[in-house]
Every structure is written in C-alpha cells, then in structure tokens.
C-alpha cells in the first residue's frame, strides 16, 4: 500500500504476556519511529531507526520494551511481561532521511494494545 | 529538553465559527514547528509547518505563523467545518546533532468538536 501500515489495529492481552507489533512503512522511507499514545497525553517517542544505523532507544521506558528492524523495512515493537501501564495506542511513523522533509512523519492509524 | 504547550480541550465552536488554538514551545537552537491532525479513525497527518520564524504555514484554510520573540505557533482558522473535528497535535522538531535524527516533540492534543 501507498501509506504506512500497523497490525493489529486491535490487541486486548492479560498481565504479563508478551504482545509484538507490526510496522511496514512508506516503501523507499529509510527512518522509521515508534511513538506512543496514552489517553489523555501527548505522543511519547519510543525508539528511531535510520538506515543500517545503530536504532536510538532513548525512548523505551523499560527492558520489557525491544524493537528490530529488518532488512531496512518491517519494524517489530515487542513487550514484553505486559503490565496494564502498557495500553496505549502505540504509533508507527516513516520518513525520508533526515535532512530531508524538514522533519514530516508519515504515521500509520496505529495498533491500540489493551492490557486486561 | 524540548517541550510543546497546547490549550486544553475539548474545544467546542458552530460551524463558521473562528479558531485558534494556541501552542508555545520551549527548543534549543531553531527548531521547526509543525500542526498535525488526527481525525476520528485515522493516523496522524500533517496539516503545515513552518522552518524559521515569520515563516507562516498554511493548508485547508489554517494558518500558523512561527513566531520566535513569543516562542508560539497558534493554529487559526477563519470559519471552521463540521469536517474538522479532529484532534490537532502541534509539534516541533529539533535535529539531534550527530545523529541526524530529526526528532518530533509533540504537545498533548487538542480536541476539537465543531457542531452543525
């Protein structure tokens, strides 16, 4: 597809299992970011890929929180032990390198994780 | 660090009414600013940006002026439709040296509901 994609668009989960999500962004989009949404809060960055870079997780709140990219395309966010602070709708953005676009995100309509 | 302020939601107008929603910001160096929108069901797009101050950025009939002596970048809108209800994010973004990354910080939404 032309835009970036997410899957699930829906996950309800239990306390303490592991959840993986799904991001395949803008086909020829190098940077690829992971944000999350909680209610009521503005978005909070996760992790940033760029190219064969080594990924900035500055962002991840814990180690139960990983992220790969494979192959410069398809992103993985997963979570581990899941608690209930982990539901969220979580954000995958693409976009040009950096440098170019004067910053513009592309974001796909996200994956909203609910843990029971 | 960076950080984005925006008004508080819900913002309820009728429809042809004016907006404005506010937003400041809080950067090091020159960063770029940007309005986001989120409509019901759909990811984040961009509505305008502007890259350096008194650059004002337009699209769809919203406006936003950079203004760097104020450190604000309000969203306006002359006469408001019931198609724009959405959630407006504002965001800027500042390059993190040696990375490249363009990184987004974004404010905490702001809702608005626009009645026929």
């Known amino acids: 597809g032309a835009g970036v994609s997410q899957s699930p668009s829906n996950k309800v989960t239990e306390k303490g299992k592991d959840v993986e999500l799904r991001c395949d962004p803008i086909?020829?989009?190098?940077?690829l970011y992971w944000y999350r949404q909680s209610l009521g809060q503005g978005l909070e960055f996760l992790i940033y890929?760029?190219?064969?870079?080594?990924?900035?997780k500055s962002g991840l709140p814990s180690d139960r929180f990983s992220a790969e990219r494979t192959g410069g395309s398809v992103s993985t966010l997963t979570i581990q032990r899941t608690q209930q602070e982990d539901s969220a709708v979580y954000l995958c953005?693409?976009?040009?390198?950096?440098?170019?676009?004067?910053?513009?995100?592309?974001f796909g309509e996200g994956s909203r994780l609910t843990v029971l | 660090g960076n950080s984005v302020t925006q008004m508080e939601g819900p913002v309820t107008l009728s429809e042809e009414a004016f907006l404005t929603i506010n937003c400041t910001y809080t950067?090091?160096?020159?960063?770029?600013l940007f309005w986001y929108v989120q409509y019901p069901g759909e990811g984040l797009q961009l509505l305008l940006k502007?890259?350096?101050?008194?650059d004002k950025g337009s699209n769809k009939g919203f406006e936003a002026t950079y203004r760097k002596e104020t450190t604000s970048f309000h969203l306006e809108k002359g006469s408001v439709q019931v198609s724009d209800s959405a959630v407006y994010f504002c965001?800027?973004?500042?390059?993190?040296?040696?990375?490249?990354?363009?990184?987004?910080?974004f404010g905490s939404g702001t809702r608005l509901q626009v009645q026929p």
């Open positions: 890929f760029q190219g064969n870079s080594a990924p900035d």
């Open positions: 086909s020829g989009h190098t940077a």
């Open positions: 502007a890259t350096k101050a008194d």
């Open positions: 965001a800027l973004s500042d390059d993190q040296g040696d990375t490249g990354r363009r990184a987004l910080t």
């Open positions: 953005a693409s976009s040009l390198t950096p440098g170019q676009g004067a910053g513009e995100l592309f």
């Open positions: 950067a090091t160096g020159y960063p770029s």
